[in-house]
């Protein structure tokens, strides 16, 4: 029945949740095996969340300029964007522009990572950056992976989405050696509190036997 468009609550037959109801926070473990369409809108503000396009490239790095001055958002180069984009789900309004974006990259043995989580600064606190993160992690899961994980200086708010502080030994080597070759790309406001272990935490999910992953209550 979730294939099907209703215009609105008043016309959704009774038992029905909508793409609006099952994207809240407060279910976000319910949606991660329930088909869904391939959008959906926010709650919070007039978006809609989806997987970029190549076309998406500019409008990527325009959310990422935006927020440079985040020191806890590392810098994603023009070049790495084009090269990259097929990681990304952006937040798009009702004219087409991205307004958010939000990557995950897959590493060998189940392991990916959400990056640049980013929303322009005057659209922030609508709850775009949560459906981003959703959006990420039901990728994931959909693409096989079982260990999620990110570096962040807002342990706060990624612990809504179950992530918990994890050790970086406690990642594969291999990614570990890819995230620090990515670091000294960085300013050094970016990478200082990475390398000197100050301000920043590794966060981690595990997707495998999560009982948050099953349908519930429909």
């Not at 038992?15 to 919070?44: C, D, M």
């Not at 043995?109 to 659209?123: D, K, N, R, S, Y």
């Not at 459906?131 to 994931?140: S, T």
Request: charged letters at 20%.
């Amino acid at each position: 029945m979730l294939g099907k468009t209703y215009r609105g609550s008043n016309e959704m037959p009774h038992g029905v949740i909508s793409t609006a109801e099952l994207w809240s926070p407060v279910n976000n473990h319910r949606f991660l095996n329930i088909p869904k369409p391939a959008k959906y809108r926010s709650q919070q503000a007039d978006v809609i969340i989806e997987s970029a396009t190549a076309s998406d490239v500019s409008g990527i790095v325009a959310v990422l300029v935006a927020n440079r001055d985040d020191p806890g958002l590392f810098r994603e180069r023009g070049a790495d964007v084009q090269q990259k984009w097929p990681d990304f789900t952006v937040a798009r309004n009702a004219d087409g522009m991205v307004v958010g974006c939000a990557g995950l990259h897959h590493d060998p043995g189940g392991w990916a990572e959400i990056f640049g989580v980013a929303v322009l600064p005057h659209l922030q606190g609508q709850g775009i950056g949560s459906r981003l993160v959703l959006g990420c992690i039901e990728k994931a899961a959909a693409n096989g992976g079982t260990h999620l994980w990110l570096g962040t200086m807002r342990p706060s708010y990624f612990a809504r989405f179950s992530f918990q502080p994890t050790p970086p030994t406690k990642l594969p080597a291999a990614i570990l050696r890819r995230k620090l070759r990515q670091v000294f790309h960085q300013s050094v406001k970016h990478w200082a509190p990475v390398l000197l272990g100050y301000r920043h935490s590794f966060m981690r999910r595990d997707l495998e036997h999560d009982p948050r992953l099953l349908e519930v209550g429909l």
